[in-house]
């Protein structure tokens, strides 16, 4: 159980999402059910079994940050984390870095020593036609041998140190770090689709523990181009269904075939409460579990029971002091919206229901659970933090989005997943006050977080 003085509340958020880039007009979307699917412009796909992504679209980081100058050459997934963390910044109330001015002028009294950042971030993007150029260059075909000397010479001359260092997945980190003169606690954690999730329940751990007053915590990715897509083409995780790809996407129906690649960043400012209030800050809402647990099975593939789900979620719960099987006076279960991991795949959904029913018993039926990758497809590292800020939205407006797509019943999925259209919470006693979010990545990564709406 979380005492008074450790407890954490989330103070600001922002996103950059195939949708949209902030939150209001992107949360309009979910409800109504939209999708941001389409053909890959990126690169040259047609030959590609999956040719279809969603895209973030019409982007500039111009309109969020009053000076760019810093972040030149900084990759997508840099300038989707720097935007999202602008808009966190500004609902948080620490000022509107998109005018000029030191990021800290609005609340001097924010230590840079004393504000952090986990991120759960990506790699950025490679150098795809340079690099293949050096390796093609290097290649002797006769005696089937890299020329290393070749190799060097082609890269040196065709590659820039600045696309080599923006690959690193700390790079969104050190980017947010120089533009928010965040000097306190600095991590970045790349645990596949759970890495967001991970990150923000490990920032909230930081606050409790009292190592930071604030933290910036979310993460960023993208991964549209062609190892990306390849990559997961050859894994058999993407759905194929290029002739139509806004109903590719199809968690927990029967004949779901695989994800869509989708890319962004969700940015939450995570502050001690007391440090909140002190300055004036308005909650949103309140985290109160956090859980993680690893498979130990195997790489891609889920342990077949959901035993790591199970852990996390139940981890979760405890934390938060929730028992799963209890529910209110009115007979409601006491997580009122789960957002699923909700991949697509064949596997994922089915072992994400099982392991729901193993935590929540008869009350898992009761519990509206569903998947915003079925409309913005599949962040990978950014999916959680977006998801969560999903949860919040669902929190603070007692609507839950639905999981598009969901037209043919499968035996195995057998829960509420509120398909096809939004659902009005309102009418329910007290709405939506508490919710979950779910994350499992390759590698067997499990994390869950569990917020509420604040009551101070």
């Known amino acids: 159980m979380i005492d008074d003085r450790s407890r954490v509340v989330i103070t600001g958020m922002g996103w950059v999402t195939p949708l949209g880039h902030d939150v209001t007009s992107v949360w309009s979307k979910l409800l109504a059910g939209q999708s941001a699917m389409g053909p890959i412009t990126r690169f040259d796909a047609k030959s590609f079994t999956t040719n279809f992504a969603a895209e973030v679209r019409d982007f500039s980081l111009d309109g969020f940050l009053a000076d760019t100058s810093a972040h030149e050459g900084a990759h997508r997934n840099s300038q989707y984390a720097l935007a999202a963390a602008a808009q966190a910044w500004r609902q948080a109330g620490l000022g509107d870095v998109s005018k000029p001015g030191h990021p800290h002028s609005g609340h001097p009294s924010l230590e840079p020593r004393r504000l952090g950042i986990y991120l759960g971030a990506g790699e950025g993007i490679l150098d795809f036609d340079n690099y293949v150029s050096a390796n093609l260059a290097g290649w002797d075909p006769e005696s089937r041998t890299m020329r290393g000397s070749e190799w060097g010479r082609v890269a040196h001359e065709t590659m820039t140190p600045v696309c080599e260092l923006e690959q690193e997945p700390n790079m969104p980190l050190a980017h947010i770090a120089e533009a928010f003169c965040a000097r306190g606690p600095a991590y970045n954690t790349l645990t596949a689709c759970a890495a967001s999730t991970q990150a923000t329940g490990e920032a909230t751990e930081i606050l409790r523990r009292g190592d930071a007053d604030v933290m910036i915590a979310g993460g960023a990715h993208t991964m549209i181009h062609p190892l990306g897509i390849t990559g997961f083409i050859r894994l058999t995780a993407l759905s194929a269904a290029s002739d139509d790809p806004v109903r590719a996407s199809r968690p927990f129906d029967a004949t779901r075939n695989g994800f869509v690649m989708g890319e962004g960043a969700g940015i939450m400012i995570l502050e001690r409460l007391e440090h909140a209030l002190a300055r004036g800050a308005t909650p949103l809402v309140e985290v109160v579990g956090y859980g993680s647990s690893a498979d130990a099975y195997r790489i891609t593939d889920i342990q077949p029971e959901g035993m790591g789900a199970v852990a996390s979620m139940n981890e979760a719960l405890t934390e938060a002091g929730i028992d799963p099987l209890a529910t209110d006076e009115h007979g409601r279960p ?71 797509n969901l037209n043919t ?27 979950m979010s779910n994350s499992f990545g390759f590698g067997g990564q499990n994390d869950t977080i569990i917020i509420k709406s604040y009551e101070g």
């Open 334 to 404: 006491l997580i009122h919206y789960i957002s699923a991991h909700g991949t697509g795949t064949k596997e994922n959904d089915s072992i994400e229901t099982r392991a729901v029913k193993r935590v929540f018993g008869e009350n898992a039926p009761k519990i509206p659970m569903s998947s915003i990758k079925s409309m913005m497809g599949h962040l990978i590292a950014a999916a959680g933090a977006v998801e969560l800020i999903v949860c919040a939205q669902s929190i603070a407006s007692s609507f839950v989005p639905p999981t598009m």
């Open 409 to 435: 019943p499968d035996p195995a999925c057998d829960l509420d997943y509120v398909p096809n259209e939004a659902r009005d919470l309102r009418g329910a006693p007290g709405g939506v006050r508490c919710a």
